[in-house]
């Protein structure tokens, strides 16, 4: 019998085809909470640089993820996986930790943003802080959010020295405070920083970035002693 599978089956089939090799499943369950680059991923998982790099371009073929280059140091790219590429496939495992805090260089956007979200999202406390925090939060950051219904513009500024506690859990949401964290533990997420194009598209964009991966980590972020 010659049967036509719709589009969208031939899709999902080919998705699962890739996704069938334990180490490239592994390097998506690591990328699903933030980002890494390929030395960090290898690093974590145990694989060797070369067969890192074949997967990596697989996972590339597919769609499923991609490399962007880092705003601090130009030197280091970073994987993240595409938006909406991954649908339907949830984080793996849960975190406790008492309180999430965002970090950004500036604290005026984009870790603003992610603490705002995340107040929507989650139970489990937020807040946000830069590693050279700006006098007051972005204009265009307090419009975005007061676009899609967030409050914003009573937000204040803060450096991370007062407010980081040694149990929470750290998002560095740009690159450039990821890489001066040090060896602070934390995710990553590389979203591209709205102000250095300064358009309302700009942080549009990042504050729907910002959304896609609050999405992904708040269900399995939870408090200690919180009922799952």
Not at 117 to 131: E, H, I
Not at 156 to 178: F, G, K, Q
Request: glycine share 6%.
């Amino acid at each position: 019998m010659n049967v036509e599978w719709s589009s969208s089956v031939v899709e999902r089939a080919r998705l699962h085809a890739v996704l069938g090799e334990p180490a490239r499943l592994a390097i998506v369950d690591r990328l699903l909470l933030g980002d890494a680059s390929p030395s960090e991923v290898g690093r974590e998982l145990g694989l060797p640089s070369n067969l890192l790099a074949h997967h990596v371009k697989l996972l590339e073929q597919a769609g499923v993820l991609e490399r962007i280059r880092s705003e601090g140091d130009q030197r280091r790219n970073y994987l993240r996986l595409r938006a909406d590429a991954l649908t339907g496939l949830g984080p793996a495992g849960n975190r406790t930790a008492p309180r999430v805090v965002f970090v950004c260089t500036y604290n005026s956007a984009r870790s603003q943003l992610a603490a705002a979200l995340w107040k929507k999202r989650s139970a489990v406390p937020t807040a946000s802080a830069g590693t050279k925090p700006a006098d007051g939060v972005h204009p265009l950051a307090v419009a975005t959010a007061e676009a899609h219904g967030i409050p914003l513009a009573r937000a204040d500024t803060a450096h991370v020295e007062d407010i980081l506690r040694p149990d929470d859990l750290v998002v560095a949401v740009c690159d450039n405070a990821h890489e001066q964290l040090g060896d602070l533990e934390r995710l990553h997420w590389s979203v591209p920083d709205p102000a250095r194009v300064g358009t309302e598209d700009a942080f549009e964009h990042a504050y729907l970035d910002l959304a896609d991966r609050v999405d992904r980590l708040a269900p399995v972020v939870h408090q200690l002693g919180e009922d799952r």
